[in-house]
């Protein structure tokens, strides 16, 4: 048992190689305590050659709290200076990484407990801060360096069968709130988010594919995307041999927004209006976009009574209809059974008698028809991609919104990307 008060106090605060120099206490505010390196004079650097001392600096540093009180490392680094007066090498200060990194106000393990508390705890910048008694600055800056090596570690993730891509809303900029969008890039048979790219689709996206080397693109089977073509078009161009899955979800979604319209069309041909409270199809909107199966029979009777006093042509019903048959291609497993089925399906869609709304629709399968089928032989779909969305979407929202993309890139990917937490006590902090 250690009996020396110096020796205690040193081992309370806990940092190797230092001595105490003393404890400044102002009534209920934080401690600060000052300390200076224990290390043996240096050489210099540049020519290894002797150094004289030139003086002292003294650096303030956050430090984690102490029994209930904020603390403060008040740093006395010696200044060294070269003996030799031809060396270039200007002077320098003490520097021992295990206290703080030079280019961050943290200590270093104040920095690693904050970047656990923002990525893996997904509490924001702003409460870390005033727990620490520090700005905001302070603790992003921390999370950066600190984070930046655990995402950027080369096995985060691994070899990738089936890869998904989406979009997600930025923020939004300027008078006119133009929206900055983002791409985001899953791994959607094992859910990881891999990166987020700026822009929607484009030169972004196929320049991430690229740099993943071209054995990573040759395992990739799969690619999982919404009704884009410009998504398409990243896949086709960076990954060719890759067969391309249009997301069921994304699918059955066009065909209720043309449901949806062909409504809104009759209504305000017979009616004058989109719809009013009292209107037969206004009242059934919610009904038309859902699945059958989940009706209720009194659901069913209102369903059909309205459509009967709202829809006198049968245009909405049969948009109905063709929702509804298009969702039982879903129901087959057979891949070539569903390839009769959507063929003989499409075509149906596109009969010149059918609603505008339903010629549209067919038309639009009948040139994502491959994409389409495609699920029948994967069975792998898009709503990884779409839960990693709400996960950066949740990050915003503890954030309170965000428009700096290199913090948001790393808060993402702490949260959603499957980072190494373990190999945060053995990162080398990278400042950006």
Known sequence: MEKDSMRIAEIIVGLSDINLLGVEENNEGP?????????????????????????????????????????????????????????????????????ADSRLRLSDRASRWATQAVGLERRSVSSVAKELGCDWHTINDAVIAYGGPLVDDSSRFGAVDALGLDEILFYREGKYHRQNWATTIVDVRNPTLLDVVPGRGGEHPKKWIHSQGQKWCDGVRWGTLDLSGGYRSVFRTTLPKTTLVADPF????LANKRLDECRRRVQTEIFGSRGRAGDPL?????????????????????????????????????????KEALRELYTIRDPSLAAEYADSLFLEFTNQENPPEVQLLGRTLTSWKAEILAWHSS????????????????????????????????????TAGKVNWDLLATVTPIPR
């Open 31 to 99: 401690l600060r305590i000052h300390i200076e390196c224990r290390s043996m004079r240096p050489l210099c650097p540049t020519c290894g050659g002797r150094v004289h001392q030139n003086g002292l600096r003294v650096t303030e540093v956050v430090d984690l709290p102490a029994f209930g009180r904020n603390v403060f490392i008040i740093w006395h680094k010696r200044r060294w200076r070269c003996a030799i007066k031809e060396c270039p090498q200007p002077s320098f200060s003490d520097n021992d990484p295990r206290i």
């Open 250 to 253: 994304h699918v059955i979604k």
């Open 282 to 322: 206004y009242r059934i909107r919610r009904l038309l976009t859902m699945a059958h199966e989940r009706m209720t029979e009194h659901s069913k009777e209102k369903l059909v009574g309205l459509l009967r006093a709202g829809d006198p042509d049968d245009q909405v019903t049969t948009a109905w209809r063709a």
């Open 379 to 414: 069975l792998v779909t898009n709503a990884p991609t779409e839960a990693m969305n709400n996960l950066a979407k949740l990050i915003k929202r503890i954030a309170f919104g965000m428009t700096n993309f290199y913090n948001f890139r790393i808060r993402a990917l702490l």
